[in-house]
């Protein structure tokens, strides 16, 4: 009972995301039922509009940015938190981990109200990626920490006794010890960065990344058929980066010897 | 000071500044706004408690703020009564080698376009939707319902859905950690297996299960796309009154107040949740 159950909770889990391939092979403007045949011009159309070009370019500009300095930033807190000690730390660290538990709205907006009106600064892309690295960082810190943990310090304390200096100890054993904790942060981070609407809605100038646009067309029924083209391609990119993922996190885990306790979060 | 604190507070330095400049600063920056007023287009920066005075006793904000305390709760008990078989099903029944597999099927929906998946719902419960074709083919109604979309339990419905895998985690990590000796003696000490889960599976479970409460009730206080895309006007939450007061009405300081006591009442029920929690645990946490 408890199976089957589990199997019905898969099913609700699923649902919305098995309709996407349905619409977007489905020959009609309208997305709803009865279906009206095969076809595959929202996949053509979806290569011809330049709007959607140029708003999938800046939301992979901004997520590759996004990624790369929150994990920047989210290495230097998960290797203070792991391996030192040191006074203020419990509030350091809750303040950079408070917006995995503040709603975006308030991030959005309190960053709204700084910039437009205490600074009077222009909305661009920079704005909207400043924002995504705050909550990005978080995540790469919550998997850089288990990473730091995994890490045996008798490691880094046999390179110094051979004579490394901590710089080339750092680059030498630390380094490519996590570095499988750093590609699942970078790819993590992209895809939240990549995914996030409600700050990028706020934050934004002239230049959409690519949810702001979605939402702009969910009000032009016209062209949704395309957008389920693009969210099947999508979806299957997700999935195959979260496949990377795994894979890469399951490898890092066996390099450092310890038993596979699952899981991204 | 000791070498490891300088190390520790130099390489903590870089990022604690960045939230402290992006996120401490901007959070005082908007309780500095929730005092001022806003005529037109200048703002009066003379502190005033008027913009609380006025959400507080107005019924339209009253209303709307209380609507979304009531469906966040909703959501979140509904979500983690949904979610405890789940997880409970990956950590007891599942073998150890499969789990992961299991928790990557369980998150992969979570990381697809959160505004696809929206549009998604309204299309299985719109009027020509999924749903009601499906309920009419099956001849259970004649006329499609028009109950399903565009009110407070559409919202309920799709957040749920959004929320799960927020949910079944931490309650997995929780089950995860029970020493499955205690289980064995619970039932060599007499009890049958439904009295072992509920005197002894669920109490150790219970700091998952408030983990969860609170993961799922926070965010989606604040949620703005799912009441805006199938709330209707009767499902409308607070980020909604909070957006259209900075982009719609122009009156800014309205919203910062509005995210403020948002802000304070998510932080009040938190603590109290975790209160009660530890209360009930009778201090064993």
């Given at each position: 009972m408890l199976r089957a159950y589990v199997f019905l909770f898969l099913a609700f889990l699923y649902a919305p995301i098995l309709l996407l391939p349905v619409f977007a092979f489905n020959d009609g403007t309208?997305?709803?039922?009865?279906?009206?045949?095969?076809?595959?011009?929202?996949?053509?159309?979806?290569?011809r509009s330049r709007e959607l070009h140029a708003a999938l370019a800046n939301s992979l500009t901004v997520a590759a940015a996004a990624s790369i300095l929150s994990v920047l930033l989210g290495l230097a807190a998960a290797r203070a938190n792991v391996r030192y000690r040191f006074p203020g730390k419990a509030a350091a660290m809750g303040l950079i981990m408070l917006p995995l538990v503040l709603p975006e709205i308030i991030v959005a907006t309190s960053l709204l109200v700084v910039v437009v009106r205490f600074f009077e600064w222009p909305l661009t892309l920079w704005t909207v990626t400043a924002a995504h690295v705050l909550i990005c960082t978080p995540f790469a810190v919550a998997i850089l920490n288990a990473s730091f943990q995994a890490l045996d310090p008798a490691m880094e304390e046999a390179a110094i006794d051979l004579g490394e200096n901590r710089a080339s100890t750092f680059r030498l054993i630390t380094l490519p010890l996590v570095m499988p904790g750093i590609v699942a942060a970078l790819l993590i981070s992209f895809t939240i960065s990549l995914d996030e609407f409600i700050i990028a809605f706020f934050l934004t100038g002239s230049d959409p990344t690519l949810p702001v646009y979605i939402w702009s067309l969910l009000r032009f029924p016209k062209l949704l058929p395309v957008i389920m083209a693009l969210g099947t391609i999508l979806v299957i990119l997700s999935v195959l980066i979260l496949a990377l993922a795994e894979w890469n996190r399951r490898r890092g885990l066996a390099r450092a010897g310890v038993k596979d306790t699952g899981g991204f979060l | 000071m000791t070498q490891d604190s300088r190390r520790g507070l130099a390489?903590?330095?870089?990022?604690l500044g960045y939230a402290v400049a992006l996120l401490a600063g901007p959070l005082l920056a908007i309780f500095l706004f929730s005092f001022w007023t806003q005529d037109y287009l200048t703002i009066d920066r003379t502190p005033t408690l008027g913009n609380y005075r006025e959400a507080l006793s107005d019924p339209i904000y009253r209303t709307i703020m209380l609507r979304s305390l009531w469906i966040s709760a909703t959501v979140t008990i509904v979500t983690v009564i949904l979610?405890?078989?789940?997880?409970?099903?990956?950590?007891?029944r599942i073998r150890p080698d499969r789990k992961s597999f299991w928790l990557f099927l369980i998150t992969i929906p979570f990381w697809t376009s959160y505004l696809l998946r929206i549009f998604l719902w309204k299309v299985i419960l719109g009027y020509n939707g999924v749903m009601n074709s499906g309920l009419i083919g099956l001849r259970i109604i004649d006329e499609?319902?028009?109950a399903l979309l565009y009110n407070a339990n559409a919202v309920i419905i799709t957040l749920s859905h959004a929320f799960a895998p927020f949910a079944i985690l931490p309650i997995f990590v929780a089950l995860e950690k029970i020493d499955r000796a205690l289980l064995e003696a619970g039932r060599d000490l007499g009890e049958s297996a439904a009295t072992t889960f509920l005197r002894v599976t669920l109490p150790l479970a219970m700091p998952g299960v408030v983990a969860a409460l609170l993961i799922v009730f926070i965010p989606t206080v604040g949620d703005y796309v799912t009441p805006a895309q199938v709330g209707g006007s009767g499902g409308q939450m607070i980020a909604n009154m909070i957006q259209t007061q900075f982009l719609g009405l122009n009156n800014a300081p309205m919203g910062a107040t509005l995210a403020v006591i948002a802000m304070v009442l998510v932080t009040i029920i938190s603590l109290a949740t975790v209160w009660l929690a530890r209360r009930l645990a009778g201090g064993r946490t």
């Open positions: 309208v997305i709803a039922f009865p279906l009206n045949g095969f076809t595959t011009r929202w996949f053509s159309e979806m290569t | 390489l903590v330095a870089p990022p979610a405890f078989p789940v997880a409970y099903y990956v950590s007891f499609p319902l028009t």
